[in-house]
C-alpha cells in the first residue's frame, strides 16, 4: 500500500488542476482497485470487457467511474454500456449503432483517432473524422467528449499529441464546440501530453506497477 501510494502521489503532484486521471488496472485484481480508492481514486480504466464487468459487479458497492479504453466489440457495446461512465474508443459507424440508446443514460464518448497508415490499428482515419463525428453526434445516449489517441510505435509522442489537439480544434470543434477533451498519454508519455493540452489520462503501471499475469480469461 505504501509503495502504491508512493507512485499514485508522485503523478499526481505533476497534474495540472482540471486533467482527470484514469488509472487503468488492467490484469489486476478488484483488491488493487479498492485499495486506489481508498486512496482516493474515481476514475478506472479497463480495456477486456470480461474482466471489466467482472470487477464493475463485484465493486459495485463504491461507486466508481469506469472507462472503457479499449477496442469494444459492437455485440459487446450494451453490455459495456451497462457499468461503463465513458468510452475512449469510439472508432467505426457499427459501435455507434450498437451504443445507441434513446432516452437511456448519456454515456460520455472519444472517438479514437488512428495516427498511422496501418489499417489494423484502430481508430478513424484523419480524413475521416469530420463524417464520423456528426454521426456520432446524432448517435442517441452518446454525449461526445473529444478525441482519444495513441502515438505510433516509432513516432515522437509530442508530435502525435500536437497533431491531436489540431484535429480537435480544426474538425471537431465546428461541429461540437463542447467535445474539448483529449484522451491521450500513458505510463510512459504523459507529461508529453499534458504539455499538448491532455485533459485524460490513461495510466497504468507507473501507478499499479507491474501487471500480473492476466488472471481473467
Known sequence: MTALAD???AVRSELPTGVTLVVVTKFHPA???????????????????????AKA???ADLGLDWHFIGQLQSNKAKAVRG????????????????LAEPGGRPLEAFVQVNL??????GGVRPDELAGFAERALTTPGLRLAGLMAVPGVDAEPAAEFARVRELRDRVLLPLAPGATSLS???SGDWR???????????????ITGNRPDPAYG
Open 184 to 186: 491521450m498519454g500513458m
Open 31 to 53: 483488491s488493487l482497485v479498492r485499495e486506489l480508492h481508498a486512496l482516493g481514486v474515481r476514475d478506472f480504466g479497463e480495456s477486456r470487457h470480461q474482466e471489466a464487468s
Open 192 to 206: 508529453a501530453a499534458i504539455r499538448e493540452g491532455a485533459t485524460h489520462l490513461r495510466i497504468g503501471m507507473a
Open 83 to 98: 457499468y461503463a461512465r465513458v468510452i475512449h474508443s469510439l472508432d467505426r459507424p457499427s459501435l455507434l449503432g450498437a
Open 7 to 9: 507512485r499514485l502521489d
Open 116 to 121: 498511422t497508415d496501418d489499417p489494423r490499428r
Open 57 to 59: 459487479a463485484e465493486l
